[in-house]
């Protein structure tokens, strides 16, 4: 059993996150509900910032909100000192019902709308990281047409293509975000950029992947970068003052995953950054990254109750839980896998190995496969662990579920910061059927 952040076994012989005992929790809030350990998110975030400076590199750490937005966390974001990024134009509203600072949120995306670029510009954020030559012109014109200049970062794909634990130099040509580092794109959108009088082109951002359990990736990507950056200065006279080289910064969901700390990650980019602005006589820019999943991952549990069990003779024990593919997605999405325990009985023999079923209508919403657990029924409750990235945010209403709760919780206090969906809330956008349809 390997338990994250603030969360031990107590005196009661139960689970218990944040001072909180799992048991009361769900007697207050249900389930399944999602449980937040905050003292752990905060001290992640201060891990990636504090480094930078205690070296004191310049530097934003952007929290890449797409793994877990609601008005609390980003809050929280901007308590810890992060700067956001959003990848819509519902993210970026969430951010301003937050009153983050407009001026620390990056807009990402590789097909923003027309009104979600103006909603941008309206709000004078700091900064849009444009993905495309559609962008590229669209945001341009519409600098042009409100008479404001917009800082901006290209975001390139530097031809290294990072699958957790390998690292493959490849073209990365076929990919849907960036401009491509090596067929000339890039360089193209460099140009109009920097031509544009309706654009500042403040520098490059690249991302490479997810899950990352080395500095390898972001070294390579930080080599090939500037090896364009001192091209372009000899070409455009263009000296970037950021270079933002994404996230992707790896959790550990099960036993098999090895992540390093975040102060490793930072010190490791720092003095590849430094060293190749040596090398070529370039200023070191200002270094963005934008960690996500390694902020809130590993801070997320869910809690659920057992309900049916199912037992198939010399093949499989299957227990039910009343959430499953509507709360977490990730496991019929791609196979993502997690370890549990029962939160009320964390300590008691294990007894059998079980596979954990959603309650949706589909054979593929299965959470866990082959756990060991004690015997289990329907009184006892079950915890998900790592489940604080890309659950609720990909979490949805199939079969008309209604989506659970978020409750932060820290120091012995909890707090409710999304409410438990009601089925009044499933239906509240339908219209009904009218009686007789005009021709």
Not at 44 to 50: K, L, P
Not at 58 to 64: D, E, K, M, T
Not at 174 to 193: C, E, P, R
Request: with cysteine; net charge negative.
């Amino acid at each position: 059993m390997f338990l994250h952040g603030t969360s031990k076994v107590n005196d009661n012989g139960h689970l218990e996150i944040g001072g909180i005992d799992t048991v009361d929790i769900i007697s207050e809030f249900g389930t399944p509900v999602y449980v937040y350990d905050v003292a752990l998110i905060r001290e992640r975030a201060r891990g990636f910032r504090e480094t930078f400076e205690k070296l004191g590199v310049n530097s934003q750490v952007a929290y890449a909100s797409k793994a877990f937005s609601t008005i609390a966390m980003i809050q929280l974001a901007e308590q810890e000192g992060l700067s956001l990024d959003v990848v819509s134009g519902g993210e970026l509203y969430t951010a301003l019902c937050a009153k983050f600072p407009v001026k620390r949120i990056h807009f990402h995306g590789n097909n923003k709308s027309r009104e979600e670029l103006l909603m941008a510009l309206e709000h004078e954020i700091g900064c849009i990281v444009v993905d495309n030559f559609y962008e590229l012109n669209l945001l341009d014109e519409l600098c042009k047409e409100k008479q404001v200049k917009m800082d901006i970062l290209l975001r390139v794909t530097p031809g290294i293509e990072a699958h957790t634990h390998d690292y493959i130099l490849t073209g990365q040509e076929d990919s849907k975000f960036g401009f491509d580092l090596q067929n000339g794109q890039a360089d193209t959108a460099v140009k109009k950029a920097l031509d544009s009088e309706n654009l500042n082109l403040l520098g490059i951002h690249c991302h490479i992947g997810s899950q990352i359990f080395e500095t390898t990736g972001f070294i390579l990507a930080a080599r090939k970068i500037f090896a364009k950056l001192h091209e372009w200065s000899d070409t455009y006279r263009f000296e970037s003052e950021v270079l933002n080289l994404g996230g992707g910064f790896g959790i550990r969901y099960t036993q098999e995953d090895a992540p390093i700390p975040a102060a490793q990650y930072v010190e490791e980019i720092i003095v590849e950054v430094k060293k190749q602005a040596q090398a070529f006589n370039m200023k070191v820019p200002e270094i963005w990254i934008e960690p996500g999943r390694s902020l809130v991952g590993d801070a997320g549990t869910t809690l659920y109750q057992i309900g049916s069990r199912k037992e198939v003779p010399n093949v499989r024990n299957y227990l039910a839980v009343d959430g499953g593919m509507s709360d977490n997605i990730r496991p019929a999405l791609y196979e993502a896998k997690y370890e549990a325990i029962l939160a009320n009985r964390p300590l008691d023999q294990v007894e059998e190995t079980v596979s954990i079923a959603g309650k949706c209508c589909e054979s593929g919403d299965m959470l866990i496969w082959d756990l060991p657990l004690p015997k289990a029924g329907q009184n006892d409750i079950l915890a998900v662990f790592c489940t604080g990235a890309y659950g609720y945010s990909m979490a949805n209403n199939y079969n008309r579920i209604p989506r659970p709760p978020v409750v932060f919780v820290e120091d012995g206090r909890a707090q409710l910061v999304v409410r438990r969906e009601t089925f009044d809330d499933i239906v509240h956008l339908d219209v009904p059927l009218m009686e007789q349809i005009k021709k």
